[in-house]
Structures are given as structure tokens and as C-alpha cells.
């Protein structure tokens, strides 16, 4: 048995050796082929820059130089040009064509050569043609001249200054001008900043930097001086109101209002209807429909009775 195990170890062994050099041989051959491989894919890229050189000797002993291409072209003449001397550009003033027998008469019709009209007809002159002879007439007879543009912008200045001062009045308001009445009626409750006085809908003494004018609902609304409207606006004690600018920091302010027919940034003449009374605030109620007026210079409230004409 022991003798058995022997023989049978050492055969494993053979087999495992022989395996192992076969491992390796087919490893080896691996390598070597790989490498083999790899040598060549490197001598694909390399660039022979001999060959290179080479062929540009040859194309440059086949170049001509520019005396030998002269003398290739020298028999060349105009007569073998695609071109036909009889063709003109569509845009010309005549047209003719050599080849037919027609001819154009001063008529601009085209007659053959045994003198029937052909119906041909004169092309039209091209209107860029017309508008470039105009400018060329224009130009000849001084209408782009320094002096005449100078004189236009001039005019023209003058013209939008005019404009300007139509659209945009200057304001300049004083004391002694005065102020029309927006509306004729009796005063409710008049001025009064040095004292309270008494306002029968709050049933309270107050300062008032305004007038309270008695008017009918939806009867007209004047201004009482020249100015621009400044605001259009809502104020729950006066209601709709609109304020004006009289210049040299006057304001007039009136309220009450409905069917305002003024908005900002416009220009209203003295005597220009602004809008309607309107029904009163709750603020007004037992005074009845009125007319709120009210003066400022520098945002300080000055009497409107004093301004009245």
C-alpha cells in the first residue's frame, strides 16, 4: 500500500510539472507575439519624411515656370472667351440682339428686315435709374447744401420751439392776477386758520384752510386761473378732486367733483370746464352739494376770498 501512495504521489507530480511548462510555453509564445504586434502597429505611424522630400522634387521639376505658361497662352485670344459682345445687362437702356434679322427703330418698335413691326418693345427704364438721375438733379442744384441744411434745421428749431410753447405754457401766477369764481353760489363755511370754526356735519369746531361753496349737483365746474393739472385723485372727505398748478408755487385744489373732464400733465385756460358738482360726501352731508376750494403758495394754506374777483 505504502508503494502504491508513492507511485501515485510521484505521478501527480508529473503531471503537474508537465502542466506548468506548458503554462509557461504558451505564455512565452503569447508575449512574443504581442510584442511582435505592437512593433509593427509602431513602425505603421512613423512618418518616412525622405519620401516626403522626394515628392516635392518631383512636382517641383514638373512645375512650369511663368515665361513657359505665357507661351502656353499666347494663341489664346479674346475670340475664344465664353463672352458675347452683343449681350447687354438687363438693366441697360437699349437692348439688342445681333443674331436676328431686327432692328429697333427711334419708336423703340422692332421692325425686320423687310420693315414689319415685330411688336417688339422699348424696355422700361429701371426706377432705381430715374430715382439716381433725380438725386443727381437734386444734388446739382444745391439741395444738399451746408447752408440750406443749416437754414432748415434752423426753421425746424424754431417750428418745435413754437410747438413746445403752445403745448406747454409758462405759469406764472401773483397775487394781484386774481382768481375767477369756479362756480357762482353762497359760502357754506369760509376760511379760517386763525380760528375754529364750526362745521354743522361733524357738529365740531375746526380750522378750515379752504372754502365750502353752495352748489347744485351736476352743474359745471370752471377753473378759476390758468395752470396744469397736477393730480386727479380721491379723498374721502372731499371726494373726487383735482389739483392745478398756477406757477410760482400756487396751488389750487378743487373738490366735489364728478365727471372730471381734465387728466394729469394737461394745460387748462382760465374759465375751462374741469367737471360737475357732485352728490356730497358723508362729511357734507347737512351742508349739502358743494364746491371744496381751496388756495396754497408753498404748500401753506393763503385765503381764496382775498384772490376772488
Known amino acids: 500500500m505504502a508503494r502504491r501512495n508513492r507511485n501515485g504521489v510521484r505521478k501527480e507530480r508529473m503531471v503537474m510539472l508537465a502542466t506548468s511548462v506548458l503554462v509557461l510555453t504558451a505564455l512565452t509564445v503569447t508575449g512574443v507575439f504581442v510584442r511582435r504586434s505592437n512593433r509593427a ?3 505603421d505611424y512613423v512618418v518616412d519624411f525622405e519620401a516626403i522630400e522626394k515628392g516635392n522634387d518631383i512636382i517641383a521639376e514638373n512645375m512650369l515656370s511663368g515665361e513657359e505658361l505665357d507661351t502656353l497662352f499666347a494663341d489664346v485670344g479674346t475670340d475664344d ?4 459682345p452683343s449681350f447687354q445687362e438687363a438693366n441697360s437702356q437699349k437692348v439688342e440682339n445681333t443674331d436676328g434679322d431686327s432692328s429697333v427703330n427711334k419708336n423703340g418698335n ?3 428686315a423687310n420693315g414689319k413691326s415685330d411688336n417688339t418693345q422699348k424696355p422700361k427704364t429701371d426706377v432705381s435709374d430715374k430715382t439716381k ?5 437734386e444734388e446739382e442744384a444745391g439741395m444738399f447744401d451746408e447752408t440750406v441744411d443749416t437754414a432748415k434745421s434752423a426753421a425746424g ?3 418745435a420751439e413754437a410747438i413746445s410753447t403752445t403745448v406747454q405754457p409758462v405759469l406764472d401766477f401773483h397775487e394781484e392776477d386774481g382768481l375767477v369764481w369756479p362756480i357762482v353760489g353762497d359760502v357754506l363755511i369760509n376760511y379760517s386758520m386763525d380760528k375754529t370754526i364750526y362745521f354743522p ?3 365740531q369746531y375746526k380750522y378750515n384752510p379752504a372754502i365750502v361753496i353752495a352748489a ?3 352743474a359745471n365746474i370752471s377753473a378759476a386761473a390758468n395752470g396744469r393739472v397736477t393730480s386727479v385723485g380721491y379723498d374721502p372727505v372731499i371726494g373726487n378732486m383735482v389739483v392745478m398748478d398756477l406757477g410760482n408755487g400756487y396751488e389750487l385744489t378743487y373738490g366735489q367733483l364728478e365727471n372730471i373732464t381734465v387728466s394729469e400733465g394737461s394745460y387748462v385756460n382760465v374759465g375751462d370746464g374741469i367737471g360737475t358738482v357732485a352728490y356730497p360726501t358723508k362729511y357734507y352731508s347737512l351742508e349739502g352739494s358743494n ?7 408753498d404748500g401753506a394754506p393763503v385765503n381764496p376770498m382775498s384772490q376772488l374777483q
Do not use: H
Open 41 to 43: 502597429e509602431r513602425e
Open 81 to 84: 472667351l465664353d463672352y458675347d
Open 110 to 112: 422692332g421692325t425686320n
Open 133 to 137: 438721375k433725380k438725386t443727381d438733379e
Open 157 to 159: 428749431s424754431e417750428a
Open 201 to 203: 356735519t361733524l357738529q
Open 216 to 218: 347744485a349737483q351736476g
Open 291 to 297: 364746491v371744496y376750494f381751496k388756495l396754497t403758495k
